[in-house]
């Protein structure tokens, strides 16, 4: 929503709107601010959103599996691994690492939700839910796919997810942080070991989930 209000020439004034408590001086002065509602939900990635999205550093990833016992998934991302592909649709690089719950998880049953928040002065948080899919090597949507990003050997697939439902709320309760770099141990791990090596530790941790539910159809190398 949007707020406007005039403050007038009077000592100690105090007006209030909504939850907002302004106090002025002997000033008159006017303010127009766009205060966020709380929980506000979109038909689509306007450009508001698409802008905060593509300045952040870091996103979190949400996924489940169907069984009441299973494991439920939770994620964070980094790099330059974000694309928003039109106002419904996104997707994200996936990096091979020492678990597949995510695309396990949407292999089985497709539930997918992206969290952005806002870790400078202006706090926001805007929630992605959808449904996604798996694009691993070899399958044919992954030349195009692939071609938004910049791939390399880690890069075990890619995972698009059309969107139902985008909300943000306030982020007040998100405490505020520097950016100060990305971490170099990807790069040094890729540089250590051959595609050989890249597949052995694929077949050892990618292949299946915690929960025993197929992962990668194959090592992606």
Same mark, same amino acid.
């Given at each position: 929503? =949007?707020?406007?209000?005039?403050?007038? %020439?009077?000592?100690?004034? @105090?007006?209030?709107?909504?939850?907002? =408590?302004?106090?002025?001086?002997?000033?008159?002065?006017? @303010? /127009?601010?766009?205060?966020?509602?709380?929980? %506000?939900?979109?038909?689509?990635?306007?450009?508001? $959103?698409? &802008?905060? @999205?593509?300045?952040?550093?870091?996103?979190? *990833?949400? /996924?489940?599996?169907?069984?009441?016992?299973?494991? @439920?998934?939770?994620?964070?991302?980094?790099?330059?691994?974000? =694309?928003?592909?039109?106002?419904?649709? *996104?997707?994200?690089?996936?990096?091979?690492?020492?678990?597949?719950? /995510?695309?396990?998880?949407? %292999?089985?049953?497709?539930?997918?939700?992206?969290?952005?928040?806002?870790? &400078?002065?202006?706090?926001?948080? *805007?929630?992605?839910?959808?449904?996604?899919?798996?694009?691993? =090597?070899?399958?044919?949507?992954?030349?195009?796919?692939?071609?938004?990003?910049? *791939?390399?050997?880690l890069a075990r697939s890619i995972i698009r997810v059309s969107l139902d439902r985008i909300t943000d709320s306030c982020g007040w309760g998100v405490p505020m942080f520097n950016y100060v770099g990305e971490r170099d141990q990807f790069a040094?791990?890729?540089?250590?070991?051959?595609? &050989?090596?890249?597949?052995?530790?694929?077949?050892?941790?990618?292949? %299946? /989930?915690? &929960?025993?539910?197929?992962? $990668?159809?194959?090592?992606? $190398?």
């Amino acid at each position: 929503m =949007r707020v406007d209000y005039v403050l007038f %020439k009077t000592p100690a004034a @105090i007006i209030r709107c909504g939850q907002f =408590r302004i106090a002025s001086d002997f000033r008159i002065a006017a @303010i /127009s601010r766009r205060v966020p509602a709380m929980g %506000k939900q979109y038909q689509e990635l306007d450009d508001r $959103l698409q &802008d905060f @999205i593509r300045r952040q550093r870091m996103f979190f *990833v949400g /996924s489940a599996p169907l069984e009441a016992d299973g494991h @439920i998934n939770l994620s964070p991302k980094g790099f330059d691994t974000f =694309r928003i592909l039109d106002s419904r649709t *996104v997707a994200y690089l996936d990096y091979m690492g020492s678990g597949v719950e /995510s695309i396990a998880h949407l %292999k089985q049953n497709g539930r997918f939700v992206i969290l952005f928040c806002s870790f &400078d002065k202006a706090p926001l948080i *805007v929630r992605l839910h959808g449904t996604g899919e798996v694009i691993e =090597r070899g399958d044919s949507a992954w030349e195009a796919l692939a071609a938004e990003f910049q *791939v390399n050997r880690l890069a075990r697939s890619i995972i698009r997810v059309s969107l139902d439902r985008i909300t943000d709320s306030c982020g007040w309760g998100v405490p505020m942080f520097n950016y100060v770099g990305e971490r170099d141990q990807f790069a040094g791990y890729e540089a250590r070991k051959d595609d &050989d090596g890249l597949r052995h530790n694929q077949k050892r941790w990618n292949l %299946k /989930s915690i &929960d025993g539910l197929p992962g $990668l159809s194959k090592p992606s $190398l």
